[in-house]
């Protein structure tokens, strides 16, 4: 049989450029990871792998017009877009070189022995170290930043970790580029290209979550796939960790005062937020809690207003386009759900966005309704006109885990100066639905920073972990504690005299720098 | 159909002593879950949490005797030993009561907002919050330490998670009088008891991890029960956290000059540390790498003398009892296995100890003394007699992971000052294999301490997660990030002014105290 090609397409045309490369067959797969592993011996040095970052990072910032112009001609998503999308890569690269440099990962504890105790406390010494080959399976709605060069990737060799990368479909031509970049930073820095591999095709990520050799996988994509790839790690004869980004609704809830003291101003944050990115966002605000009566009505008008305004876009692929028309049309048909602003096709290759609404009652229980608790990828948002405070709790009790909930709070409330304490609890009744919790401001823009975390619960992720920030690099770690290990076998890590410089804790407390 | 009862059994006699409960049916199941879920809001105090662990441990400590008592006519583990295992589950609950004080396991991490970065950084602050209702499964080989008011229920009361117990069938009544203490340690503290509930039976064990509120669950048990239990975790429609200890063989690395050096206290030692509590520990020494030679010779005698002056004992139950004689008689049956000391029915009720030997050559690839390299439960223990370092390095290739690996290395390999390096290189290849790595110790006897990691490479465990020692209460905890929460709400965790007194990571940096 021969081998399947893999395709780049156009997402303007619908039409194939060029064939990138085919789909690796099973022993390709197993080829693949154990190159990786052969690897991970080499990436045991922490000097070489954040060698290896910086000098990914320069490479990908050298050949940055020809990875922008690969990259916009796969997925449509336009120069200024990918421009922002490759610079957040490379910081996200430079960052973690940092934090390998820090070693504040390795979260070295020591415990001294005391023969006072009953029984006597041997001498433990704890860090972290490596688990070993990580599967990283790329995002469509993400080229770079999602993708071979992204976080799964950059912070599994932060780790120490060798990879090897499922492309994503609609990328397979930026894909290579990166992986050949990467794999060059390698060879550039002294380390084998095996650290790096890609592999095409369907089957071939079933494969690769199956290896033996594979310790942990990194996913973002939908909730189908992502559950699909979990029940695979957790039915393995040895069962190996899953990070998974799957799917979050991103409630949004705007209390009465927000509306009436910024209908205008809230509206037309919404309607940036939700059409970014053609709505290809994973932190997309879909579901949107907006108070009854006048203020509900003048944001209403201010978002009618934006979207309207907001052209027509291209989605990453033609099946992603049928799946947006179809959902938005299936939802659109329920009881009592209005469209101000159709969302639909807007030409042959293109969507025009647009919101739908529906009473927040419709929502209180188990019915049809319960598709509009689902996310529906693209530019769409679905507005729940609630009277009432109880209502607005109502919905939110019905809602699965999510990256983020938002809130949008009037000047007092803010400052927990209303009468009725609304603000605080509004704040710990979204806390146990999302991640990341906002504030008058949207969930669109994940700041790549120390304390970030980008998570939350099923189906938002399969996990407790996050998989943008400092403390992503976690994930593809475990902890080893020596027992009275005699010091000059020590890893220089755990040594008593700390010749690297580590942040320590001795004895369960923080060591004084 | 009648309710089936639960009977408390004397391991010394095979009798029933008491009908202790019954079995709970699924709507008993389902009302512990709910009022586990009811008390999660009381739980929300850290210093209610503090006051309550450490009431807990008074408790206990004052109902001392009867516990023991309890433990034993149902253990037959012996006065002394339980005495000890009380002392361990008292200093556990109260050293977890010190961590709620001092709070570190909230991870609280806050960056500063830039708006000079591109783009911007927002102002992000977080935490770890509890994941919610807590399932735990008991151990057999521990009535309190591994059980009701063991590491995972006072782990999982500290994170501020209440807690359903599914009973170990081999101690109910132990399990019911420490239900009993936990719930009126809750409710001299002024906590609902329903933050600490008990089930008994196998099919409430499954309904219990099925649940829908249960969040996340602790096992300790065989490879058999926990791998349903993990499964069924992970197949449920919202899969939530299994942190399992299955199985561990625990292997032990006897270099050549070790053996020359203290061949008698080493088979001195390794004779105590297999029989300790009739070998029903998780860290029982169970494959032991001997050199061949006149070192490797004097410690087989050594271990012998010993070996065969340890009196029998009283395993749990009749089933394991059951399956060591049927698992040592299958091993010993095995062409080239032999049997120094046989291990065996020692009386009606009891066994006595033994060990196999093995040449390395039997383990080197796949074949029926595979069996070797599974767990056998009970006072046995597998030498493996190797001729070099090729042959220990075939054998470790082979073994799965494991909760330890120990080295019993000679003076000038601990020193690093052979010619070889061959302690170094021996820590190394086993550290991939294990959680703990012990040198020239014994791997029984789990320190409870800060730095402490008890857990390993599958089947030792199914999470990269510690079920014994201060970070242990990580796995009942999810992070959450404020962005741009105005301070008049945020939580005094995550206030700019530090109320509480946490420590903190400041744009990634631990701040100074």
Same mark, same amino acid.
């Given at each position: ?321 049928? =799946?947006?028309?179809? *959902? ?10 209005? @469209?101000? #602003? /159709? &969302?639909? $096709? +807007? ?64 000047? =007092?409330?803010?400052? *927990? ?10 704040? @710990?009744? #979204? /806390? &146990?639905? $999302? +991640? ?78």
């Amino acid at each position: 049989m021969a081998a399947a090609p893999v395709w780049s397409v156009d997402p303007r045309t619908g039409k194939r450029r060029e064939q990138v490369a085919v789909e690796a067959t099973a022993d390709e797969v197993d080829t693949a990871v154990r190159a990786a592993h052969a690897a991970r011996g080499a990436l045991a040095d922490r000097g070489a792998r954040a060698a290896l970052l910086r000098r990914a990072a320069d490479l990908l910032d050298e050949a940055g017009a020809t990875v922008i112009e690969a990259a916009d001609a796969e997925t449509a998503l336009g120069p200024g877009r990918l421009t922002g999308e490759l610079g957040r890569t490379t910081y996200q690269l430079r960052t973690f070189a940092d934090l390998v440099d820090q070693g504040g990962f390795l979260d070295v504890r020591i415990d001294r022995p005391d023969p006072g105790l009953t029984p006597p406390r041997p001498d433990l010494r704890r860090y972290r170290i490596p688990l070993g080959p990580v599967a990283v399976y790329s995002a469509s709605n993400f080229p770079l930043a999602f993708s071979v060069p992204g976080g799964d990737t950059a912070s599994a060799l932060a780790a120490g970790c060798p990879v090897v990368v499922k492309a994503h479909p609609d990328h397979p031509a930026t894909s290579e580029l990166c992986a050949a970049l990467l794999r060059r930073a390698a060879s550039d820095t002294g380390l084998p290209a095996g650290l790096l591999n890609l592999v095409h095709g369907f089957q071939a990520g079933i494969d690769l979550i199956r290896h033996p050799l594979i310790a942990a996988a990194g996913f973002t994509g939908s909730v189908r796939g992502g559950r699909a790839l979990h029940d695979e790690a957790a039915a393995r004869p040895h069962p190996i960790p899953f990070h998974g980004e799957l799917g979050s609704l991103n409630p949004v809830v705007i209390t009465e005062a927000a509306a009436e003291e910024r209908a205008e101003q809230i509206g037309a944050g919404l309607a940036a937020s939700m059409t970014l990115g053609v709505g290809q966002f994973c932190v997309k605000p879909g579901l949107v809690l907006v108070p009854r009566g006048e203020g509900g009505d003048r944001l209403l008008t201010s978002l009618t207003a934006a979207v309207s305004d907001t052209e027509s876009g291209v989605l990453l692929d033609d099946r992603m386009r049928d =799946a947006f028309l179809d *959902g938005v049309r299936t939802r659109a048909a329920l009881p009592d759900v209005e @469209a101000p #602003v /159709t &969302p639909g $096709a +807007g030409g042959e290759h293109t969507v025009s966005p647009g919101f739908l609404t529906v009473p927040a009652a419709r929502l209180a229980a188990d019915g049809p309704h319960d598709l509009l608790l689902q996310e529906c990828f693209g530019p769409v948002t679905v507005l729940v006109r609630y009277a009432d405070e109880t209502e607005i709790g109502a919905v939110l009790a019905r809602l699965p885990g999510n990256l983020t909930a938002t809130l949008q709070l009037g000047e =007092a409330e803010g400052a *927990g100066a209303d009468d009725g304490g609304r603000g605080a609890r509004l704040l @710990a009744e #979204v /806390t &146990p639905l $999302a +991640g990341r919790v906002v504030v008058n401001g949207w969930p669109t823009g994940v700041a790549v920073a120390p304390a970030q975390h980008h998570g939350g619960p099923y189906p938002a992720t399969t996990s407790t972990a996050t998989s943008v920030g400092g403390t992503a690099v976690e994930r593809w770690l475990r902890p080893v504690v020596y027992q009275d290990a005699p010091p000059a076998l020590l890893p220089p890590e755990l040594r008593e005299d700390n010749p690297l410089g580590l942040p320590r804790r001795i004895d369960g407390r923080p060591e004084e720098a």
